[in-house]
């Protein structure tokens, strides 16, 4: 088991700035990436972005490149998502994930191993 803990969510003002966390635990030697996924009220759970466990590689969807910027800390276990210029679009419950699957990055919800139970991001206007 890889049990993982988001936090750093929150409500921010439309243009501003959060950063979310999530610690990870447990058979991280398992791990080949790191993803973090956002669910809207009434809307499916979407890919947001995803990184190599070792760091080495990176993806983004289109719709937050250039505002989103995913990072990880291995001597903490931690991975980042670094999130700028905040849309009402971004509100979201916003969630870490983990998958052992060798691959692409553009990471698919049943792909993922490991959840964490989400954080509630608001972007007012």
């Known amino acids: 088991q890889v049990p993982l803990i988001e936090s750093g969510g929150g409500l921010v003002q439309a243009g501003g700035s959060l950063r979310l966390s999530c610690a990870a635990s447990?058979?991280?030697?398992?791990?080949?990436?790191m993803g973090w996924f956002r669910q809207a009220p009434g809307k499916e759970r979407e890919f947001v972005a995803a990184?190599?466990?070792?760091?080495?590689?990176?993806y983004v969807v289109d719709s937050v490149k250039g505002r989103f910027t995913i990072s990880i800390d291995n001597a903490k276990d931690t991975v980042y998502l670094q999130m700028n210029s905040l849309k009402s679009e971004d509100t979201a419950v916003y969630y870490c994930?983990?998958?052992?699957?060798?691959?692409?990055?553009?990471?698919?919800?049943?792909?993922?191993?490991?959840w964490g139970q989400g954080t509630q991001v608001t972007v007012s206007t």
């Open positions: 994930a983990a998958t052992r699957s060798v691959g692409m990055l553009k990471l698919r919800v049943s792909a993922m191993d490991y």
């Open positions: 447990g058979r991280t030697g398992r791990v080949y990436a």
């Open positions: 990184i190599t466990w070792s760091g080495g590689r990176t």
